[in-house]
């Protein structure tokens, strides 16, 4: 994990829970942790998850999130977006491509093979909580969906 310069301690632990209410973790195999784009208090973050598809062949789907901390809690605003599927090692070359068309130079993602193990996607939320969140009360999506 990068040293943050204020942004949303938690919001990646964050954003890794909220994916693995949405994906069981046995169909995660690959995920990539982009580094956030810090605004003060807010932050807005990706997470790309590899999901298994059958055969080499895998899913892509996005969680992108918006965090931002007020005097009430943090609030946090996720979207998920199913965006294609790809046999399995092109994934890393997708990824490297939206690096490059990226406007605000960020860094590569955080890379994490988890396999379909519960446990590693476990160990990864301990790692990006734990030191991170203290504490903090996240307060409920109550945006209006259509």
Do not use: N
Not at 30 to 48: M, N
């Amino acid at each position: 994990m990068a040293e943050r310069d204020i942004g949303v301690p938690g919001a990646v632990g964050e954003a890794l829970k909220r994916l693995r209410k949405r994906i069981p973790p046995e169909q995660l195999d690959r995920l990539w942790i982009f580094p956030p784009l810090i605004e003060g208090r807010c932050e807005s973050g990706v997470v790309a998850a590899g999901c298994f598809a059958g055969g080499d062949r895998r899913v892509l789907v996005t969680l992108s999130y918006r965090a931002e901390e007020t005097g009430r809690g943090v609030s946090f605003h996720p979207s998920f977006k199913e965006e294609g599927e790809a046999p399995l090692d092109r994934l890393p070359r997708v990824m490297e491509g939206v690096v490059e068309r990226c406007a605000v130079e960020l860094g590569a993602p955080h890379a994490v093979s988890l396999a379909g193990d519960p446990a590693a996607l476990e160990a990864l939320i301990d790692e990006w909580t734990a030191t991170e969140d203290s504490g903090r009360t996240w307060l409920p999506d109550t945006r209006v969906r259509s």
